[in-house]
């Protein structure tokens, strides 16, 4: 059985190349011009960073025209197509494409997966999917067992700077002033959707307290977690990367947060991730 994967751009993978039989349908982002991007491996990190100092950008999901021709071209050559896409907690994208693969000419031939995913997480299912796939599953079963576990995993985020959520509306500039002075970082939960975990004073405080909560709650005895960041200055990431380790794990997947993500979160912005069953 000949099995495609698509994706959406949360997963922060643009160039699908390198992997097999995986294909991209990408998230938009929108200027406040209201011009609307693909965020695909032709927008360029450093094009996108560049607007994204200037103007408040906005994101939506995938265009259904876009991913559904996707779908009626994969399908002439493949039997199968498996849809990871960003979590429904973040955005309506599942919902909308769960609900057109239940339509006749697809139904048992496009399967969308309830993720609960984006960035490292995202990333890590996919790698999962194609592992999978690769041993012989087929779409069905890859998604009944990504579904399975799409609550076992712990994650937490970082913002260093707060600027970014001041401009999009998620704190106040008063709360984000005070927070300054008193040099207090916010420790946000992920889990399929953003919501408040803690706070600390500093930083690095903030990060050594998220990987502590991180071993203190995670089944794996592993110890690999996953990382991922916004544009960051060198040292910034070497430090984090360093209590990391010093911590005694192991550093697994290391990339950039997908743009749609820092569309939201802004510059110098740390995911934590760890798997209870790696």
Known sequence: MKIAIVIDSSAGIKDTKNYKDLFLVPLMITKEDDEQIKDDENFSNDEFYKLNDDQLLRTSQSIPGDMMGKWDELLKEYDQVLCLLLSKGLSGQFNTFKMFSNENEYKNKVFVVDTNGVSIVLKKQILKAIQLRDQGKNAQEIMEIIESENTSFNCFIIPKSLKQLVRGGRITKAAAAMAKLLKITPILKYNG?????????????????????????????????????????????????????????????????????????????????IWDND
């Open 193 to 273: 959707e953003i919501d408040k975990e803690s706070k600390t004073r500093t930083f690095k405080k903030a990060i050594e307290n998220a990987i502590d909560l991180l071993e203190s709650r995670t089944k794996s005895k592993a110890k690999i977690m996953d990382l991922s960041y916004s544009r960051v200055d060198d040292e910034v990431l070497k430090m984090v990367k360093e209590l990391i380790e010093s911590k005694g794990f192991k550093l697994g997947i290391i990339e950039e947060i997908p743009n749609t993500i820092t569309c939201h979160t802004g510059r110098e912005t740390f995911a934590l991730a």
